[in-house]
């Protein structure tokens, strides 16, 4: 009790005068109040803790009632970008004998309800693959599959078909399948693509899809399956497909009509969205 | 514990965290983000977790009457397409983008809110009148710039539906 009365001069003295030695212990070689430093680091690290924990009760507390609805675990950093355009484009041609069946061998799928693959943007498959694989989007065939694939396999195959042809070459005998350009020519279509429709707030798909623009993740629709381009729309307007980041998809197909998706994917099916000046192998037919 | 033995150890410690800091080039943008707090968000994982998520888009009720909501601009639409608040109170928007530099600009009006990847642009909107607005995207973004464009709709403060702890509104709510 009495020793609570003295200040801290006094205790100090007293400390002194019970040990003589006092000045040679080493305590003040740095030349600051030694005995308070414990006192004061251990006061930095309880207010950085402190602070730490406020910021993520800060961060937490925006939000409260039902789960999070995430669409896709694919995140788009420079880390997944490097992991899915990283492949082996030999090892996924062995691979993809398992995909010919319904894909095609050359990457172009015989059935009109599977999309042609061959040309696609590495990162475009690999993200429905990704998806497909945490069942994000749903499929009985694909998920399975992806689920059976390594994230290596997914890579080198990815890499395969990205490195597929899309036009005909004089100087390689693959078989094209033969392209109609004229059928999917609608004005509707082709104003769509080319220029979208501002006062419903469409932009032109041709702006992420190619040719004139591109966005990451975004499947280049040069040549696609006409039934296949319109399952997805339709898909994506009713919301049973729902894997798009940041939903651009669900929105802009829920915007167009019935007729307008008919449309556009007449178009896609044709072949008209990456066909370069003098493409000599798909000539319309008359 | 014997004081010499701790002084060594805060002493080590202190020249430990030298390293980190001679490498600063390396860990300034977590640092920054994490110092920033909740204004700073990484524009590719908007949709995994956070403030951005799907569910946490559109008008928000707050306690005080007022209503927060929150958008995503990303090349080339606004999420949500459609933003129902009501007339008369407070509107805290809270937008940020998934991609490119935007602006949230709403024809007629004097607002314009800047949507800049990596931050969260905050803004208060009053709307005095019911009306419909068309927000369009003010700053050049690419390819599909020009039909950037979504729908603002000031319902009167009765009609605006009674959002449940945790809900959000949009048109499709109305």
Not at chain 1, 31 to 52: C, E
Not at chain 2, 41 to 68: K, Y
Not at chain 2, 70 to 83: D, E, N, T
Request: glycine content about 8%; overall charge neutral.
């Amino acid at each position: 009790m009495s020793s609570s009365l003295l200040s801290a001069q006094e205790k100090e003295a007293a400390v002194r005068r019970n040990n003589p030695e006092w000045h040679l212990r080493g305590d003040n070689r740095l030349g600051f109040r030694s005995r308070r430093l414990p006192g004061l680091a251990a006061g930095i690290l309880v207010a950085i803790l402190l602070a730490a924990v406020a910021s993520t009760t800060l961060l937490g507390s925006v939000r409260a009632g039902s789960p999070d609805h995430v669409p896709s675990n694919v995140a788009w950093t420079a880390a997944t970008v490097a992991e899915a355009s990283g492949g082996n484009a030999f090892r996924g041609l062995l691979l993809a004998r398992r995909c010919e069946h319904c894909h095609g061998s050359e990457g172009f799928s015989p059935v009109g309800s599977t999309p042609n693959l061959a040309g696609m943007d590495k990162l475009a498959i690999w993200k429905q693959l990704e998806d497909f694989r945490d069942g994000k989007r749903s499929s009985p065939v694909m998920v399975p599959i992806a689920q059976s694939l390594s994230p290596r396999d997914v890579a080198d195959l990815v890499a395969y078909y990205a490195a597929l042809p899309i036009y005909p070459d004089p100087q390689d005998n693959r078989v094209f399948p033969e392209q109609n350009a004229q059928a999917g020519h609608s004005p509707i279509a082709f104003r769509l693509v080319a220029f979208g429709e501002g006062s419903r707030g469409i932009p032109p798909c041709q702006a992420c899809h190619g040719p004139v623009g591109y966005k990451v993740g975004a499947p280049s629709l040069a040549t696609q399956n006409a039934d296949y381009v319109l399952n997805q729309l339709d898909a994506f307007a009713d919301g049973s497909r729902a894997n798009d980041i940041n939903q651009p998809m669900r929105t802009i197909a829920a915007l167009l009509s019935e007729n307008e998706r008919e449309a556009l994917a007449a178009y896609y099916g044709a072949g008209l969205g990456l066909q370069p000046v003098g493409a000599s192998g798909i000539a319309p037919k008359q | 514990m014997n004081w010499r033995k701790a002084k060594l150890i805060i002493l080590t410690v202190l020249i430990l965290c030298l390293i980190p800091a001679t490498r600063y080039y390396q860990i300034d943008q977590p640092v920054m983000r994490w110092l920033q707090g909740p204004n700073r968000v990484n524009p590719a994982d908007l949709h995994l977790a956070g403030e951005f998520v799907e569910n946490n888009l559109g008008t928000q009720q707050d306690p005080d009457g007022s209503v927060t909501v929150r958008l995503i601009a990303q090349q080339y639409l606004f999420v949500p397409h459609c933003v129902l608040v009501p007339a008369g109170v407070p509107v805290h928007v809270r937008i940020t983008s998934a991609d490119a530099v935007h602006t949230f600009a709403l024809l007629g009006t004097q607002y314009a809110v800047k949507a800049l990847p990596g931050t969260i642009t905050e803004a208060e909107l009053r709307f005095a009148d019911a009306g419909d607005y068309t927000a369009s995207c003010a700053e050049f973004c690419g390819a599909g710039h020009f039909e950037m464009r979504s729908e603002l709709k000031v319902v009167p403060r009765e009609q605006f539906p009674a959002l449940g702890p945790g809900k959000r509104g949009g048109c499709a709510t109305q």
